[in-house]
């Protein structure tokens, strides 16, 4: 099991959320209608946009086709 109180693994999390490329993929992703942003707060939550996630939630519809996971 993980000991997620350690430093290494806080700071490891904590400099993958401040990471800036993260922000510009999310911008990419709302640009194409992939996901839809809502502020709650300070924090925004991204969600698939209607008609992405799978009716089976197994993959991604891209409009061309279907990733599955």
Known sequence: MIDISTEPFCAR???VLANPTRLAVLRILRA???VV?????KAML???APGVADPKGKG???GC???SF
């Open 60 to 62: 991604i519809n891209i």
């Open 13 to 15: 999390r904590l400099k």
């Open 37 to 41: 942003a809502q502020r709650d707060g």
């Open 46 to 48: 991204y969600t698939l």
């Open 32 to 34: 194409e209608q992939f």
């Open 65 to 67: 086709c279907v990733l």
